[in-house]
């Protein structure tokens, strides 16, 4: 009479350390001196494997990673050795973690996709300033002082500046006309006082 030789198949732990492409597997009860991982996504289906791990006393600590493991799937597999495979366990992959877009470059990209569209300017070139928190009046007095400073330091004098000022203001002061750039609201006062100041150099041209 012939008496069947019992083989005992390796026991497949439980999947540990998940992240979005990897997870980690044991291996115990394994015959000889290797043992790896198959698995797949479908239950019963393995297309894939470990390759050979290392066993030590019976026991094999198995990573799985890599391509073609997805975030949001469930991953079937088990542990197998030289005699066959344990049973089939499950590990579910979590969805992957998107990587933050910055927003610091969002005038660019939208000057780019507008192919510069001149209406587009005056938004994306002080976007990035003012999403960090920093007034808008203060980028358009900043850049309007540049321009007065400027004819100051050539010619010593502010008439030349504020003539300057009140002829470009018309250009730029209008969302929908000009160069579309458009003053912030708050700005109309000081365009106020500008105008008040060349009436005065004007009176005393005049009179002078």
């Not at 006393?57 to 542990?79: C, D, Q």
């Not at 004098?157 to 209008?174: D, K």
Request: some cysteine; glycine content about 12%; proline content about 4%.
């Amino acid at each position: 009479m012939l008496v069947g030789h019992a083989v005992a198949l390796p026991t497949t732990g439980a999947a540990s350390l998940i992240g979005s492409n990897n997870f980690t597997s044991t291996a115990t009860g394994v015959t000889g001196t290797s043992a790896y991982i198959v698995w797949g996504q479908a239950t019963g289906v393995y297309n894939f494997n470990t390759g050979n791990s290392t066993a030590t006393a019976g026991s094999s600590t198995i990573k799985v990673w890599g391509a073609p493991l997805i975030g949001g799937r469930t991953v079937y597999f088990k542990a197998c050795d030289t005699t066959g495979c344990g049973s089939e366990l499950t590990a579910a992959i979590p969805q992957v973690t998107a990587i933050p877009v910055p927003t610091f470059g969002n005038g660019l990209r939208e000057l780019t996709s507008s192919h510069f569209a001149i209406t587009n300017i005056s938004s994306a070139l002080t976007g990035a300033y003012v999403a960090s928190g920093t007034p808008i009046l203060l980028l358009w007095g900043i850049m309007y002082l540049c321009i007065f400073v400027g004819f100051w330091l050539r010619t010593r004098s502010g008439r030349l500046g504020f003539v300057m000022v009140m002829l470009i203001v018309p250009f730029i002061a209008y969302e929908t006309a000009g160069l579309y750039l458009g003053l912030p609201s708050v700005a109309s006062g000081f365009i106020m006082v500008l105008a008040a100041l060349l009436a005065g150099m004007v009176y005393s041209l005049a009179h002078g």
